[in-house]
């Protein structure tokens, strides 16, 4: 077992090399947005991403784990699936980006954002781009193609950074000297800016498939693509509540916040406290790249149940570790966010807790994947979005963007409960819940320390107020007591006599 674990530990790191830049690069680019964009226009480049997250989960229809699943099937050519699933998405995104272009006026308008039609058509643009290149990103997945795979995806990285980089930082300085790109963008800085950034990196990401573009035969199956979305669509319709579920948020912010008149600040606000929390997200989207090709080939090891479940400890076990390691020194964290962007820095606990069960949801859902019942996932994440629905209308009038961090923590908290239970029938996995729970319990334990031992002896230690040695001590004790946890983990994980 120790081997199939390493494999998986080393495809999560050089996949996640890529998945880390682009995640810190991301995080770096937040001390710039929150200090030249207004909580306003930040606003409005959250709800422009939530929409094109929704809309890339249509446009690929499952296939991504569709390709895997039907590649691995005996007596079924590689190439064949690959080259179905690459021409039936190059024709839905193209027919997709032409709507998008010749209604592009009309939908900004509609959305409030009049004259920014090029946003619109550069959103078609991304979407288009990014599920085309999905499939081959899929391919290179299955093929095990990690380093590849980690280029491709850092070159995109640097080319949306140098871009951001020179709009936002060179560009407003020397703008007589590029006015030919007015026909894009504004000349002042705004939400336009990082839109337009995203669109160039996913052109040039297309540019660099163009090799692989080539060795695919354009040969569409019928037969095999029929067989491919009758298992990929359900896979599409239950990850889209689900999507849906993790940006319902910020759609509904426009409909139901606190301050009616102010709701793109107040979204604001929110995005800016969940990028603290973008850690735990970035662990969780590592772990998934590698783990999902590595569970199906796998799955039919006689052992594999067995790995399923010591593989779900491991990772409980880190994010506890990424939980406390961010909240007990959220203090030199927060100082990331421009000072009017740190009024909601309180919900990034819920959010930290909320994205690891995101994490444990994603292991104890691949029963349904790996014994075919794909349709079982549209109703455990259509219950999480009922959730969602419910706190977000009844609680965010009153409290605003806690409700959409709560929101999200009770949705995950159901889907979780309901997939593991159904989980346990249909394809049983020996979890140890005692030893899961128990990392868990100690992750809430030191948390809970790091509290009280603040108000007992820090109660006046924070950043801008304390001493060098007050606030090197505060970190210090902090820091002994992510240690304690990271002891107690280990020491329960590997204790096969106790908490079975």
């Known amino acids: 077992m120790a081997n199939p674990l390493k494999q998986l530990a080393g495809q999560t790191v050089i996949y996640g090399l890529s998945t880390i830049l682009a995640r810190i690069i991301n995080f770096l680019f937040v001390p710039i947005y929150t200090r030249v964009l207004s909580p306003e226009s930040y606003g409005v480049v959250t709800e422009?991403?939530?929409?094109?997250?929704?809309?890339?989960?249509?446009?690929?229809?499952?296939?991504?784990t569709g390709c895997f699943r039907f590649a691995n099937k005996e007596g079924v050519n590689p190439k064949n699936v690959y080259s179905s699933a690459f021409v039936t998405v190059f024709g839905v995104s193209a027919s997709f980006l032409a709507l998008m272009i010749a209604f592009a006026?009309?939908?900004?308008?509609?959305?409030?954002?009049?004259?920014?039609?090029?946003?619109?058509?550069?959103?078609?643009?991304?979407?288009?781009?990014?599920?085309?290149?999905?499939?081959?990103?899929?391919?290179?997945?299955?093929?095990?193609?990690?380093?590849?795979?980690?280029?491709?995806?850092?070159?995109?990285?640097?080319t949306e950074t140098a871009a951001n980089l020179f709009l936002f930082l060179w560009f407003p300085k020397h703008v007589d000297s590029c006015r030919w790109l007015l026909a894009f963008i504004p000349e002042?800085?705004?939400?336009?800016?990082?839109?337009?950034?995203?669109?160039?990196?996913?052109?040039?990401?297309?540019?660099?498939?163009?090799?692989?573009?080539?060795?695919?035969?354009?040969?569409l199956d019928r037969k095999l693509m029929k067989q491919m979305l009758a298992y990929s669509l359900p896979?599409?319709?239950?990850?889209?509540?689900?999507?849906?579920?993790?940006?319902?948020?910020?759609?509904?912010?426009?409909?139901?916040?606190?301050?009616?008149?102010?709701?793109?600040?107040?979204?604001?606000?929110?995005?800016?406290?969940?990028?603290?929390?973008?850690?735990?997200?970035?662990?969780?989207?590592?772990?998934?790249?590698?783990?999902?090709?590595?569970?199906?080939?796998r799955a039919k090891d006689k052992d594999s149940p067995a790995l399923y479940a010591t593989v779900q400890e491991y990772f409980t076990a880190f994010c506890g570790l990424v939980f406390l390691g961010v909240i007990l020194y959220i203090d030199i964290i927060s100082l990331i966010l421009g000072p009017q962007f740190r009024a909601a820095v309180g919900i990034v606990p819920v959010m930290l807790l909320s994205y690891m069960i995101l994490g444990m949801l994603f292991n104890v859902s691949m029963w349904y994947k790996l014994s075919g019942k794909t349709d079982?996932?549209?109703?455990?994440?259509?219950?999480?979005?009922?959730?969602?629905?419910?706190?977000?209308?009844?609680?965010?009038?009153?409290?605003?963007?806690w409700a959409a961090a709560f929101g999200h923590l009770a949705s995950y908290v159901v889907m979780f409960v309901i997939s593991s239970v159904l989980g346990a029938r249909y394809y049983p996995i020996p979890y140890r819940w005692g030893r899961i729970m128990g990392i868990i319990a100690v992750m809430g334990l030191v948390y809970g320390a790091s509290l009280l031992l603040d108000k007992v002896f820090f109660c006046d230690v924070a950043i801008g107020t304390a001493s060098a040695g007050q606030l090197v001590a505060k970190l210090g004790v902090h820091t002994l007591l992510i240690i304690l946890y990271a002891a107690a983990s280990i020491f329960m994980i590997r204790k096969r006599s106790i908490l079975r």
Not at 128 to 151: C, G, N, P, W
Not at 188 to 214: E, H, K, N, R
Not at 376 to 401: E, H, N
């Open 48 to 64: 422009f991403m939530a929409y094109i997250a929704v809309l890339q989960v249509v446009l690929v229809m499952g296939l991504e």
């Open 105 to 158: 006026s009309p939908i900004a308008s509609w959305l409030g954002y009049e004259g920014y039609g090029s946003c619109i058509m550069y959103m078609g643009g991304i979407l288009a781009l990014d599920a085309v290149t999905a499939i081959l990103f899929a391919k290179l997945r299955q093929e095990s193609k990690a380093l590849k795979f980690a280029i491709f995806k850092t070159i995109k990285i640097i």
């Open 188 to 219: 002042t800085p705004d939400f336009s800016y990082v839109i337009f950034a995203i669109f160039i990196s996913c052109v040039v990401c297309g540019l660099l498939f163009i090799p692989d573009f080539a060795r695919l035969s354009f040969r």
């Open 235 to 297: 896979l599409m319709v239950a990850a889209l509540p689900g999507v849906v579920n993790d940006f319902l948020d910020r759609i509904l912010f426009r409909f139901f916040d606190t301050n009616a008149d102010a709701w793109r600040s107040s979204l604001g606000l929110y995005q800016a406290a969940v990028k603290l929390a973008v850690i735990m997200n970035l662990f969780i989207q590592m772990f998934r790249y590698a783990a999902e090709p590595f569970f199906f080939r």
């Open 376 to 401: 079982m996932a549209i109703w455990i994440t259509l219950s999480g979005l009922a959730v969602t629905a419910v706190v977000i209308v009844l609680f965010m009038p009153r409290y605003s963007y």
